[in-house]
């Protein structure tokens, strides 16, 4: 069964530059999340789109901003990288829109490594 | 608001043994809860769900856990530990009753299961 797919899979950059992660949900999922988790942390929520519209917003940094495309994919833009952005970045996708209440059952992506130098 | 604590950081069993990791949650209504396990360097891999029903729950690879109201604990369990199951977990909550969708995520058990 396909998963969500992020990319890339591993990303090194330097301090001050920007970084675009990927994600491309599982197919006919509506809904999409971006966690960031930190070394040895739990993942902690950055953002979510249901329908290419900002759903709910955790603690992202105002440096970053994301969006989700008409295809449902999603990026995830981060500028003026800071060495404490380093961490995993994961992708989740659901299925909101069902007759029958939605259990919130996340699936996620593989996750991308970001670190800056 | 949501919550999850676990709390233990680390469990260590010897393989065969029974193996527990605590979960507990805090929500203003009822609660979805979930089990996910990390291998390293990988994503968050779903194990169970609890929603509503009968409070014991059966997931993946022989785990189960049990949704306890009067606790708010969502303990994971498995009868017989493998060295395979060494992994990270973290239990998740989402109040049932509310708008947003997102998962909130306890910081994790290093489980080590040794042979």
């Known amino acids: 069964a396909a998963g969500v797919i992020q990319s890339p899979r591993h990303l090194i950059k330097e301090k001050r530059e920007t970084a675009t992660l990927k994600c491309y949900p599982i197919p006919r999922h509506d809904t999409v999340y971006w966690y960031q988790q930190g070394p040895g942390q739990d993942p902690q929520f950055l953002i979510s789109f249901y329908e290419k519209m900002q759903s709910d917003k955790g603690s992202i940094p105002d440096r970053f901003s994301a969006q989700q495309f008409s295809d449902y994919h999603s990026e995830l833009n981060m500028s003026s990288l800071e060495l404490g952005d380093s961490a995993l970045y994961f992708c989740a996708s659901s299925l909101r829109q069902r007759l029958d209440a939605n259990t919130g059952e996340l699936f996620f992506g593989e996750g991308s490594r970001l670190t800056v130098l | 608001a949501q919550s999850v604590a676990q709390p233990e950081d680390q469990v260590n069993v010897a393989e065969g043994n029974p193996l527990t990791v605590k979960c507990t949650y805090s929500v203003s209504g009822n609660p979805y809860l979930f089990w996910y396990v990390q291998y390293p360097n990988r994503g968050l891999q779903f194990l169970l769900k609890?929603?509503?029903?009968?409070?014991l729950v059966k997931g993946s690879y022989g785990f189960e856990a049990e949704f306890n109201k009067s606790q708010t604990s969502f303990h994971l369990k498995k009868p017989s530990a493998l060295v395979s199951d060494s992994a990270l977990y973290f239990c998740a909550v989402r109040d049932m009753g509310s708008n947003d969708y997102k998962l909130s995520f306890g910081a994790g058990t290093t489980v080590t299961v040794r042979a």
């Open positions: 609890y929603i509503t029903g009968d409070n």
